[in-house]
């Protein structure tokens, strides 16, 4: 028998009862950095997906890029995920935490005056939304060895946070021109150091930070998250990405990872990038592999057969909380009002339709 939507499998140690995966989705609703009430019952009324990935959850307070996002540092944090997980597993989900350090994509006022954190000092001339508006972020601080070496410290707690509140693993966000990535590329990376440099030398701290984060959980619980060909928040396009890209794969492949995540192409934008290069990092990869950007029904059945484990929806589980069943029964979908996606409160957050039963 084919694999299809329904059908369930297993990325690393974490058994998912179907190939849907609702993707991370910033909603900005958290006011006081931690979950509410009302992020339990979201992530619960998604809890038939196989995999819910959480929201971004920054590991510390110099990881937040934008206003009212949760953490993951905090005794109250903690406590506050620990409801949502409950609430996914007592509906019959898994979750994993999606940890996250935004680098550069941030400004003093979220950061308690501080300048934003980056591996070089150099500006990238983004937007990020302080909750009063839209405005440009600023030139960071670049880390100190020191300094790098205490926020793969960050991850590791984080890691450690998210299995005190009960979640099924983690997924490092090393995508989307976050800190991860900024180090990655030789675009936002000057650095001369050990850092900095060759292909070895920028994906040292992505290493780095696997190697924590798999230490407290083990390699089959972490999954990781890519954009090789994307420009999110003016990271630029590495000079040779297929060849870094690669050296991320060969790395993560020494380890029994529970998935890799791929933005395919921009991301939230067009599926472009040069022929075969997905392909070829996607055939590279051991682990099982998450389709992502843009997926309908028709796409993501044609994904399964093509050899990806499952396919991550957002927009589509923004809107039909109970997506799954929608896709099986052929029903209508709801349309997503992009109006409410970020910040407010119930309204374009937990108040979508289900299907009549």
Known sequence: MADTLFSPTKLGAIEIANRFVMAPLTRNRAPDLHPTDMTVEYYRQRAGAGLIVTEGTQISPMGQGYAWTPGIYSEEQVAGWKK????????????????????????PQ??????????????????????????????PHALTVEEIAATVEDYRKAARNAQAAGFDGVE??????????????????????EYGGSIENRTRFLRE??????????????????SPWSNA????????????????????????????????????????????????????????????????????????KEGAAAVAFGKLFIANPDLPKRFAKDAPLNEPNSETFYGGGAQGYTDYPFLDE
Do not use: C
Not at 114 to 135: H, L, N, Y
Not at 172 to 182: E, F, P, R, V
Not at 263 to 288: F, H, M, N
């Open 172 to 193: 490092i966000h090393a995508a989307n021109g976050y800190l991860i990535d900024q180090f990655l590329r030789d675009t936002s990376n000057k650095r001369e150091d």
């Open 209 to 226: 930070v696997v190697d924590a984060v798999t230490e407290v959980l083990g390699a089959e619980r972490v999954g990781i998250r890519l």
């Open 233 to 304: 928040n003016n990271v630029g396009i590495d000079s040779n990405t297929a060849e870094l890209f690669g050296a991320v794969i060969d790395f993560l492949n020494t380890k029994p990872m529970a998935y890799v995540h791929f933005v395919e192409g921009q991301t939230g934008g067009p599926r472009e990038w040069p022929e075969d290069g997905i392909e070829t990092l996607r055939a590279k990869s051991k682990a099982p592999y998450i389709a992502n950007n843009g997926y309908d029904k028709a796409m993501a059945e044609a994904a399964l």
């Open 110 to 139: 979220l950061l308690n005056g501080r300048d934003p954190v980056g591996p070089s000092a150099i500006s990238a001339e983004a937007k990020t939304f302080d909750g009063e508006g839209f405005v440009a972020t600023t030139t």
């Open 84 to 107: 949502v997980t409950d609430a996914v597993h007592e509906a019959g989900g898994k979750i994993v935490a999606q940890i996250w350090h935004v680098g550069r994509i941030s400004v």
